[in-house]
């Protein structure tokens, strides 16, 4: 649905879960969330485990 409000998708979270984001704001605060909980321990995964676990 076109405007519909979705938590952490077109606000902000938490304490910000109140703020409505415009397009170009929804566009950056979903790059920001992948960044900042992007995490990783040990060497990467190899390709064909992660095209697996994408398509599973």
């Not at 979705?6 to 703020?19: K, L, P, R």
């Not at 409505?20 to 992007?38: G, I, P, T, W």
Request: aromatic share 10%; hydrophobic share 40%.
């Amino acid at each position: 649905k076109a405007h519909e409000i979705m938590y952490g998708v077109n606000t902000g979270i938490g304490e910000f879960s109140e703020v409505v984001l415009n397009d170009s704001q929804m566009k950056e605060f979903q790059k920001y969330l992948v960044y900042n909980h992007a995490a990783g321990i040990g060497d990467p995964a190899p390709l064909e485990y992660v095209r697996g676990a994408m398509v599973a």
